[in-house]
């Protein structure tokens, strides 16, 4: 009989090995969690800055066909735009600048600044065109 009281007294976990477990397995799926969380603030981040820079590409190529006229090249001016995408407010300002940082007659520098407020982070992107006389 004293056999069988043995075996059975080395069959099982402890209480102290499945609590160790149970605190290594919590802090595994914590740290999943956290990173997790991370991931999704980031990806939001990407997606407003992605609606930013489509914003000004949209501006700067709406002026693209200014380039093959004397006319309307000269007529190229900057401006501002607000927009709100998404329940965030996008704030464009567009100057454009008859010097370019080649000093080349016949182009044209604009600079688009577009700035967003998400959940109190202030962010920014910044395009920069050259336009340039085609005929």
Not at 46 to 53: I, L
Not at 98 to 120: A, L, R, Y
């Amino acid at each position: 009989m004293s056999r069988i009281s043995e075996e059975s007294a080395q069959q099982g976990f402890t209480l102290v090995e499945i609590l160790v477990g149970a605190a290594i397995l919590a802090l595994g799926i914590l740290a999943a969690a956290g990173l997790i969380s991370r991931s999704t603030i980031q990806d939001a981040r990407a997606y407003y800055m992605t609606q930013a820079a489509l914003m000004a590409e949209e501006f700067l190529e709406s002026r693209i066909s200014a380039q093959y006229s004397e006319k309307d090249f000269n007529k190229l001016e900057g401006g501002s735009i607000n927009r709100t995408l998404d329940g965030v407010e996008y704030r464009m300002n567009c100057v454009l600048t008859n010097s370019t940082p080649m000093d080349m007659d016949g182009c044209k520098e604009i600079v688009c600044t577009v700035n967003w407020n998400n959940k109190g982070l202030q962010s920014q992107v910044v395009s920069t065109y050259v336009y340039s006389r085609k005929n």
